[in-house]
């Protein structure tokens, strides 16, 4: 019996560390995939010439980055912030091409850091969920 009530703390123990990985995943997918939208929006109002735009976008792209290194550090994200500093900066001069590029380059490089990571926490919950559903 005393087995048994160990083996169960264990279990919802180690559920519990699980849980909270995968909720702390979540949100760095979550900036990651808005700093992508962002970023996708300012490199698209760049060849419309707005610089403006571009600005704004890119300082909407710069906030989900900087969460999303927060969560979890990226040499990629870390290189996308600057492009994305520099955007805001030329968006700022009114310098739609070159702020653009810099929210392109930006964009590049969110892109490098979570290739293929889309749906990754979701097949870590269906592995959790085999592993300790009951097969009856």
Same mark, same amino acid.
């Given at each position: 019996m005393i &087995? *048994?009530? /160990? %083996?169960?703390? $264990? $279990? @919802?123990? !180690? &559920?519990? &560390?699980?849980? $909270?990985? /995968?909720?702390?995943?979540?949100?760095?997918? !979550?900036? @990651? %995939?808005? %700093?992508? *939208?962002?970023?996708?929006? %300012?490199v698209s109002e760049g060849q419309k010439g707005t610089a403006k735009a571009v600005s704004e976008h890119a300082q909407q792209a710069l906030k989900h980055a900087e969460m999303a290194q927060k969560a979890k550090a990226d040499p990629h994200v870390a290189e996308a912030e600057k492009a994305l500093k520099e955007a805001i900066e030329h968006g700022n001069m009114g310098h739609a091409d070159v702020a653009g590029t810099a929210a392109e380059n930006a964009l590049s490089h969110l892109k490098m850091a979570y290739k293929g990571k889309e749906g990754k926490e979701k097949g870590t919950i269906e592995t959790i969920k085999e592993k300790v559903t009951p097969p009856y």
């Open positions: &087995l *048994k009530r /160990i %083996a169960c703390a $264990v $279990v @919802a123990g !180690t &559920l519990s &560390l699980f849980g $909270v990985g /995968i909720a702390y995943a979540g949100e760095h997918e !979550t900036h @990651a %995939a808005e %700093a992508m *939208k962002h970023a996708q929006v %300012a």
